[in-house]
């Protein structure tokens, strides 16, 4: 399998990648950040903003759909800095932990803005997650469907003109797209990259046992409502850098959190099962974790060499990951549990470990690293009425 000659992804990279004289598409469009005018690019951005909100008779000017994440901060602070007015949604994927919780409603009292938490129906969700786990060996679909799906029906519905993303992902991992295109948020860019290619009446196909009446907020909205919204991703317009703009956040109260399968402690912070049970699902279809991603970012903002990468990604690749606590908030017995390790994990049972917090020592890289915090609840109950 052809792997990239600067970087440590091969072409098995689920969002697409291609090769020139050895180099990924991800790091030869990585470069453009080097070149592009990104003065030029922001003034860009404040023309396309005056244009969608000049007009705009809602009492918010965009929606920033967040997940308590650092990038969450850098997003909502920029945003503020435009003297525009955001509403804030979350979405309850209910994977979060106390310090998940704490990032959201610190994120949303620090800055002082509006927010809606939309707790979608959990015995439906849940059926999601069994679904999604069974068929395709991924917990999060249901998460990304409604992540999303939920803030588009909402800038609808209250008629406000713009959606602002964080990253592109797929320009910013493999470099699918350049920087000059600027990319804007639409149904084939979602199901492309963040519902592996699939639409959600073939998720839900046969076997969910869900009515299809009650998913509404899953399914995207029509053409036709979508023409007064549009989505766009700051990442077109700023150099992104995210380790040292997540660094930055720390100033507005964001806590990071220490986790036993990555150096980085500003990304998804906060999340029960991120760098755990998805971890090793990802690990075992493509061959790499979350890290290897962080590691590959770091390589091309030249804050790590690609052999010391290397040896940390290996590292990473080897270590133990805590699952018990998933399988208990799905609802699944012990014995479903070592059926789902002997019949899907076969080959990684080794890496299943028994302790939830053994981190170990960390890298750090260009300082931009800090301590983070331990969770001590998982999955931390956050329903409607609680
Ligand atoms: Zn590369």
Redesign the pocket.
Known sequence: MQR??????YENHPFG?TFKNG??????T?KEKYSLDWLTAENQLLELIDHKTKNNKSTYDCVIPVKGDAEDYFVVSKILKYNLKPLIIVINNYFLNEIGWYNIHNLITHFDVDSIIYNPDIDIYKEMVRTTLRKYENLYIPSHILYTSFPVHTAINKKIPLIIWGQLQSVEQTGKFSHYDKVEMSRWNRREHDLLGLELDEILGTGAQINQLKVDFYNYPHSSELKNVLGIYLSNYFLWDPLKQNNSTLKYGFKPQNNTNSFDVYERSGCSVYYKLHDLLKLKKYNYKKVTDQL?RE??HNRIELNDANRINNQYLKEEVYIDDFFEWLGVTKTGMDWFIKHKLTNYSHLIGKDNNNIKNTINIGNFLKKGEISKHSYLKYYKGI
């Not at 990239?4 to 992804?9: D, F, R, S, V």
């Open positions: 990239c000659i600067n970087c440590l992804y990648i180099i990924c598409s991800g790091c030869i990585h590959v390589i091309r």
